[in-house]
Nanobody
Framework: QVQLVESGGSEVQAGDSLTLSCSAS????????MAWFRQAPGKEREFVAR????????DYTDSVKGRFTISRDNNKNTVTLRMTGLKPEDTAVYFC???????????????????WGQGTQVTVSA
């Protein structure tokens, strides 16, 4: 059983930067792909970014490429999402997610992930 707790959400202005953190416990963190998803009001949850076991491979949705950076610290069991150049359309609840399975591998769809945090709100004002 993996527990995930996000933090760092806030209300900011367009163009600002913000860093989200996710702390994991209860599992072997370094054996898990990790990801960030977001969900805006009235919309489906969507993939934002994911990172491989050692952090050597990352993947982003097109709308955040060049602005967001995902990273992880396997010694601290944390995954971070650094967001720059924030836009009003980035407003959403951001969720940290981890897969379940022997390989620890996960793709970029919601169904690839089993463990979810409670989410942290990011609001970007124009």
């Amino acid at each position: 059983q993996v527990q995930l707790v996000e933090s760092g959400g806030s209300e900011v202005q367009a163009g600002d930067s913000l860093t989200l953190s996710c702390s994991a416990s209860g599992g072997n963190f370094r054996l898990l792909y990790m990801a960030w998803f977001r969900q805006a009001p009235g919309k489906e949850r969507e993939f934002v970014a994911r990172i491989s076991w050692t952090g050597g491979n990352t993947d982003y949705t097109d709308s955040v490429k060049g602005r967001f950076t995902i990273s992880r610290d396997n010694n601290k069991n944390t995954v971070t999402l650094r967001m720059t150049g924030l836009k009003p359309e980035d407003t959403a609840v951001y969720f940290c997610a981890a897969p379940r399975g022997a390989s620890g591998y996960a793709g970029s769809t919601v169904s690839d992930y089993y463990y979810w945090g409670q989410g942290t709100q990011v609001t970007v004002s124009a």
